[in-house]
């Protein structure tokens, strides 16, 4: 298997301990932070870029970019870490009969923060379509 599909489709957790389950996730949080960091730098560079073309440039400071990423990072990892709790509490309730969650919870975590991460980046560029649009027709 490539390592990408071994990335994305990992095998659960065989023991299943609130400890051996923390262990599988915290070893996919690098992982987890290069992809969404990856898709964190596009819109970085993207957003401003996209908000600065013409027709009615919108400028985008520095001062406030940074902040919002420090602070969108730092609530990525803690939703990252409800993965685990969400997994642990299903043991707890269904013991062995529980599902192994593990890998669906991380793949789909790992979609919807990169999704999320670029979605500034699609709507800049909505707007710019908006503003050209208005330009054209006389806004």
Same mark, same amino acid.
């Given at each position: 298997m490539s390592q990408l599909v071994e990335a994305l489709y990992p095998l659960p957790d065989v +023991? +299943?301990?609130? &400890?051996?389950?923390? +262990? =599988? =996730?915290e070893s996919r949080r690098l992982f987890y932070n290069k992809a969404v960091g990856a898709a964190g730098l596009a819109t970085l560079v993207g957003f401003p870029l996209i908000?600065?073309?013409?027709?009615?440039?919108?400028?985008?400071?520095?001062?406030?970019?940074?902040i919002?990423?420090?602070?969108?990072?730092? &609530?990525?990892?803690?939703?990252?870490? &409800?993965g685990w709790l969400l997994e642990v509490l299903a043991c707890r309730v269904w013991g062995r009969k529980a599902p192994d969650l593990g890998p669906?919870?991380? +793949?789909?975590?790992?979609?919807?923060?990169?999704?999320l991460t670029l979605l500034p980046l699609?709507?800049?560029?909505?707007?710019?379509v908006i503003r050209i649009v208005a330009a054209v027709f006389g806004g």
């Amino acid at each position: 298997m490539s390592q990408l599909v071994e990335a994305l489709y990992p095998l659960p957790d065989v +023991r +299943r301990t609130p &400890l051996s389950q923390l +262990r =599988w =996730w915290e070893s996919r949080r690098l992982f987890y932070n290069k992809a969404v960091g990856a898709a964190g730098l596009a819109t970085l560079v993207g957003f401003p870029l996209i908000s600065m073309l013409p027709p009615h440039p919108i400028p985008v400071g520095l001062p406030e970019l940074a902040i919002g990423t420090v602070v969108y990072g730092v &609530l990525a990892n803690g939703c990252y870490s &409800l993965g685990w709790l969400l997994e642990v509490l299903a043991c707890r309730v269904w013991g062995r009969k529980a599902p192994d969650l593990g890998p669906f919870l991380f +793949r789909q975590g790992l979609f919807f923060s990169v999704g999320l991460t670029l979605l500034p980046l699609l709507l800049a560029t909505f707007i710019w379509v908006i503003r050209i649009v208005a330009a054209v027709f006389g806004g």
